[in-house]
């Protein structure tokens, strides 16, 4: 996550490309106003996306779903839902999208580039470390009795080594359903968090989180730089009006540089599944459902703004500095595949059948987004920017205005949704990069799956928190020639 979302100063004149000295309100060469902030570019996220020269057809890959039993009952009409009305922030009428090979699109309607340069924020400083099974620098060490050695962690806690077993005392097993020690992988832990056996701190609930509810998946991770995991998500299921399923994931990334950022990720990503989970088994459409969902999860994370009673003082400075955080979230249902988004956290498509291109579905609310929108830099330059991942959209109150971006896709060949944060993309930057990170197994072990980019993410140096979900996206046997039926 950015540390900051504030509109940083440019480093070129628009006008002339001199550089300006700091300070400068105008460009001493040409004159341009530098002060000035580039428009930024109407958002239709819901116009109909280029679609490439057709290709052969690829062959269809049947879904993976339970056995059919021997008498299966008729299956329901499916829905038919109306046009969303205003279900983003422009009045542009809500088609359903149909691609070859599902490519993205901007919120200009225009076709994202497949392969931004990668890049990182920051290099690790230290060798990278899993909190399973954690290195520590070379120092001055305090010796434990049985031969243990102890040397303090990236969190500040002390990591004991397992005693030796020559002169360690026999420590019984621990009984089933008991939670074992992370560290020596045999003590018993204690009400308080610590290990009876060799005293080491567990992790806190939230520094790693799992969950896997169906064919959806999410892993989030601390990572092995922050003190906390500023993330959090939220996958369910229900089913729309006509009986059949529909799968939601929704990830989001608190803001670090704001108060509470992992209080506002929490509330966002609880209040957009529950209007989610509230609003499609009523009929809603997805992509209103999910313009919908972002509102209230927008309403959540400013109510953490408020003041307690009796700190009327206090209201002007109380959008200061506010709890913020960013959204990505994906909703499968009805053999659509819609996406909404606030901020920089991503989306992916990523075909079983590898042979066909993978997309990234989503545009970043940041500084080197609106520069390239803009005109004034290329990809090349802007990514390469310090500020390139300074934000310009998030949830919370002290945002300019909310304008929650939704797209709809209807794929027609099975792949895999890939909904992350920054802390995994920036270690896959590019939808070939993280189609390259992605397992080949991942659409029948969602869970696996999550499990292995998050370790991408660590391996690559884990400077940011970590979370990603994966949805499988199966279609039927027929694939190709479904999706040419209009919704």
Not at 133 to 144: L, Y
Not at 188 to 211: F, K, S
Not at 218 to 229: P, Q
Request: with cysteine; glycine share 8%; net charge negative.
């Amino acid at each position: 996550m950015s540390e900051s979302h504030q509109q940083p100063a440019l480093a070129r004149c628009p006008g002339c490309e001199e550089p300006p000295a700091s300070g400068d309100l105008y460009c001493g060469a040409c004159g341009y106003d530098l002060s000035a902030v580039p428009a930024r570019p109407d958002d239709r996220p819901t116009m109909a996306i280029t679609v490439p020269p057709a290709a052969p057809p690829a062959p269809a890959v049947p879904p993976v779903a339970p056995p059919v039993p021997d008498a299966p009952a008729p299956p329901a009409p499916a829905v038919q839902w109306p046009a969303a009305s205003e279900a983003d922030s422009s009045d542009v009428p809500v088609p359903v999208h149909r691609a070859t090979d599902l490519p993205g699109t901007d919120s200009g309607g225009k076709p994202l580039p497949a392969s931004p340069p990668a890049h990182h924020d920051e290099q690790p400083t230290t060798p990278p470390v899993r909190h399973d099974d954690r290195a520590v620098e070379a120092g001055p060490a305090a010796a434990a009795p049985g031969g243990s050695v102890e040397a303090p962690d990236s969190a500040g806690d002390f990591a004991l080594a397992a005693p030796d077993p020559r002169t360690a005392e026999p420590t019984p097993t621990p009984s089933v359903g008991t939670k074992v020690c992370v560290a020596c992988r045999s003590g018993r832990v204690d009400p308080d968090g610590y290990c009876e056996n060799c005293g080491h701190a567990q992790p806190r609930e939230r520094d790693h989180m799992e969950q896997e509810l169906g064919s959806v998946a999410a892993v989030s991770d601390r990572g092995l730089r922050h003190h906390r995991n500023e993330d959090s998500f939220a996958v369910s299921s229900t089913a729309l009006p006509d009986g059949s399923p529909a799968v939601v994931a929704i990830v989001c990334d608190g803001v670090s540089s704001a108060s509470r950022p992992d209080e506002a990720s929490a509330a966002a990503a609880v209040a957009a599944n529950e209007a989610l989970l509230e609003s499609l088994p009523r009929g809603t459409h997805p992509q209103q459902a999910m313009h919908e969902a972002i509102i209230a999860a927008s309403e959540a994370v400013n109510a953490l703004a408020q003041d307690p009673p009796g700190s009327a003082e206090h209201e002007a400075h109380r959008h200061q500095n506010a709890p913020a955080c960013t959204l990505v979230g994906a909703i499968m249902a009805g053999g659509l595949l819609v996406v909404g988004w606030v901020g920089d956290s991503r989306v992916y498509w990523v075909p079983d059948d590898r042979t066909g291109p993978p997309a990234r579905l989503t545009e970043d609310d940041s500084w080197a987004a609106q520069m390239v929108a803009a005109g004034l830099m290329n990809e090349a330059e802007a990514y390469a920017d310090e500020r390139a991942h300074a934000i310009t959209g998030w949830l919370g109150a002290d945002s300019y205005e909310l304008e929650p971006h939704t797209a709809s896709f209807k794929p027609d060949r099975p792949g895999l949704v890939v909904v992350c944060t920054d802390g995994l993309w920036n270690y896959a930057e590019s939808a070939e990069e993280m189609a390259a990170a992605v397992p080949p197994e991942a659409h029948r072990r969602p869970l696996h799956g999550a499990q292995v980019l998050v370790g991408h993410a660590l391996d690559g140096g884990g400077h940011d928190n970590v979370t990603v979900a994966l949805l499988p996206f199966a279609v039927e046997p027929q694939g190709a020639g479904s999706a040419c039926t209009t919704v």
